[in-house]
T-cell receptor, first 115, second 111 residues
Framework: DAGVIQSPRHEVTEMGQEVTLRCKPISGHDYLFWYRQTMMRGLELLIY????????DSGMPEDRFSAKMPNASFSTLKIQPSEPRDSAVYFCASSSGGFSRWEQYFGPGTRLTVT | RKEVEQDPGPFNVPEGATVAFNCTYS??????FFWYRQDCRKEPKLLMSVYSSGNEDGRFTAQLNRASQYISLLIRDSKLSDSATYLC????????????FGTGTQLKVEL
């Protein structure tokens, strides 16, 4: 079975540009999570969705960040405008409902560099 | 106090050694506990769920101590391939589905 798919794998952009990260969760999974990982702060949850509905966005750092999930198989995380401090690895993860709903499976990540 | 805390290491151990990591959590209402493994420049991968009764998977044993609010991971007969960062994850408090991750413990297994 295909795991979580993320694109692009690497993104280098200049400060002020818009960045869009994409994620396809594992088919049949009801939950989708966006994380950011840096050396300084570790792995931080930004936002998560259940059945395409945002449930908790308390980790979204500021208004420059937005996330959408228009359907069960696709989500985007957008940063506009980007800043150098946004440089990090962004992971998408998904989990199924029911008893295993806390078992999250991660995609390979998008390594973002903002210059 | 951080919600989830781990000793960052690194733990440098010889091949064949037994090594143990602890992870403490602050929210006593937490219900779900996991260990993830993360290789350099890769994504975290689920290693084990941690159950109240403890659980074992081959050379790996995970335990939960609710009274002292910590989980542990024991690796026996460590292999070079066990070298990685081990992240603990805690969740389920307040009915939500999110996990809070520790910053990870780095393990280096040497010849």
């Amino acid at each position: 079975d295909a795991g979580v798919i993320q694109s692009p794998r690497h993104e280098v952009t200049e400060m002020g540009q818009e960045v869009t990260l994409r994620c396809k969760p594992i088919s049949g999974h009801d939950y989708l999570f966006w994380y950011r990982q840096t050396m300084m702060r570790g792995l931080e949850l930004l936002i998560y969705f259940n059945n395409n509905v945002p449930i908790d966005d308390s980790g979204m750092p500021e208004d420059r960040f937005s996330a959408k999930m228009p359907n069960a198989s696709f989500s985007t995380l957008k940063i506009q405008p980007s800043e150098p401090r946004d440089s990090a690895v962004y992971f998408c993860a998904s989990s199924s409902g029911g008893f295993s709903r806390w078992e999250q499976y991660f995609g390979p990540g998008t390594r973002l560099t903002v210059t | 106090r951080k919600e989830v805390e781990q000793d960052p290491g690194p733990f440098n151990v010889p091949e064949g050694a037994t090594v143990a990591f602890n992870c403490t959590y602050s929210n006593s209402a937490s219900q779900s506990f996991f260990w993830y493994r993360q290789d350099c420049r890769k994504e975290p991968k689920l290693l084990m769920s941690v159950y109240s009764s403890g659980n074992e998977d081959g050379r790996f044993t995970a335990q939960l101590n609710r009274a002292s609010q910590y989980i542990s991971l024991l690796i026996r007969d460590s292999k070079l391939s066990d070298s990685a960062t081990y992240l603990c994850a805690v969740g389920g408090a307040g009915g939500g589905n999110k996990l809070t991750f520790g910053t990870g413990t780095q393990l280096k297994v040497e010849l």
